[in-house]
């Protein structure tokens, strides 16, 4: 079953979330189990929500890419993580 991953981060800025979109590349080399990604910004707090074929594909992806990635550009720590499983996805054009 496809789970989704909600994600808060005080602090962290549109400008990092760049840097690190520019090292991990998530958009251009897509990992594996990734269905969905959404990231905003608000009142200095990036939000992001992701589907996921699975959990574990989540958690491979951060500690084999993020992890690093943040490690490169000195950024410490990971964001808050609540998980659950999906229950409907519906996309319109």
Known sequence: MATVIMQRWDGFTPDQYEALRDIVRWDQDK???MQVH???????TMRLL??????????EFVAARIVPGLEKLGIPGLP??????????????
């Open 38 to 44: 959404v990231a905003n910004f608000l009142d200095g």
């Open 31 to 33: 990992p594996a189990g």
């Open 80 to 93: 808050e993580k609540i998980v659950a499983p999906l229950h409907e996805l519906t996309c319109g054009h």
């Open 50 to 59: 992701d589907v996921w074929d699975t959990e574990d594909e989540f958690d």
